[in-house]
């Protein structure tokens, strides 16, 4: 099992990035799939999620600017982020979840600076 994450950067407050991960190996359409985020000398946090029925979860602070969605037959998901702040500075993480099973993709950097 593989997940890729990519797409992240340095954007300037107020920007918008959109990070995908893309799966191989797993059946990927069964899995509540997820993007968590750690930013230096924080724990990690769940930003978003989406189950195999889609049902999306927002953090409180992903409301409204974040959207996260899945495309099965590319083994995708995303997080399209808007609005960005100076506090969603972190390295983001996709997750893919189902039963006892949980796999992780490397992290992709996101920096918010003006």
């Not at 998901?77 to 979840?97: G, I, P, Q, R």
Request: charged share 15%.
């Amino acid at each position: 099992v593989q997940l890729q994450a990519f797409g992240g950067g340095l954007v300037q407050p107020g920007g918008s990035l959109r990070l995908s991960c893309a799966a191989s190996g797993l059946d990927f359409g069964i899995y509540t799939v997820g993007w968590y985020r750690q930013a230096p000398g924080k724990r990690r946090e769940l930003v978003a999620s989406l189950t195999s029925g889609g049902n999306p979860y927002y953090d409180n602070s992903a409301k409204d600017r974040f959207t996260i969605s899945r495309d099965n037959a590319k083994n995708t998901v995303y997080l399209h982020m808007n609005s960005l702040k100076f506090e969603d500075t972190a390295v983001y993480l996709c997750n893919a979840a189902t039963g006892p099973h949980m796999h992780w993709g490397q992290g992709t950097q996101v920096t918010v600076s003006s």
